[in-house]
């Protein structure tokens, strides 16, 4: 590939993100009634119910006071409840209503993206699911963290049909290595 094209393959893949990722999060926070960052709270919280508000945040992208005054803004709209679990600990629950708008989030989310592509053909849809995986797989090594990387993510898709999550290959990839440099001594 010339210096061209890989420059215009990068630009293409750009702004195709930028349109999916806001076409996305829309939905999902418009289906979900509330901001971004509150509708991957809510979305993280269905598969992680009773972590914390550090991680919580550690997870969406936020800060500990950020992710405490986004928590405040959800609970204030019976979508989040914190319950004190001894110490200065707090475990994050959703409650009916936001079981309810996570799943809608997660359902707007998803059919967002199979409107994105209904347009490719068969043959181009595989080939776009396997540079996917390749490059998910690449971008772990930036991000380092499964949880941040798929924070919006339906994680049952992933592993449908006998599937494997390239993310979380990824992971326990980069922990098996790190485990065996550890016995190695190094």
Do not use: F, K, W
Not at 54 to 82: F, H, K, W, Y
Not at 147 to 175: I, N, S
């Amino acid at each position: 590939m010339h210096e061209s094209d890989e420059i215009r393959t990068a630009n293409l893949l750009g702004a195709a993100a930028l349109a999916v990722a806001d076409r996305m999060t829309a939905a999902a926070a418009g289906a979900a009634g509330v901001s971004v960052s509150g509708t991957a709270a809510l979305v993280t919280l269905r598969g992680a119910e009773g972590i914390g508000v550090t991680e919580l945040g550690r997870r969406i992208g936020l800060s500990q006071p950020a992710c405490a005054r986004m928590l405040d803004q959800l609970e204030g709209r019976g979508l989040v409840e914190r319950e004190r679990s001894g110490g200065r600990g707090v475990a994050l629950r959703l409650t009916e209503a936001g079981t309810a708008a996570a799943a809608r989030a997660e359902a707007a989310r998803r059919d967002g993206l199979r409107r994105v592509l209904a347009g490719l053909p068969a043959q181009q849809a595989a080939g776009l699911t396997e540079a996917l995986e390749l490059l998910l797989t690449e971008v772990y090594g930036d991000v380092g963290s499964e949880d941040v990387l798929c924070r919006l993510c339906d994680r049952g898709a992933c592993l449908a049909a006998g599937h494997l999550c390239p993310v979380g290959q990824a992971a326990r990839a980069e922990q098996a290595a790190h485990t065996e440099r550890g016995e190695r001594g190094g």
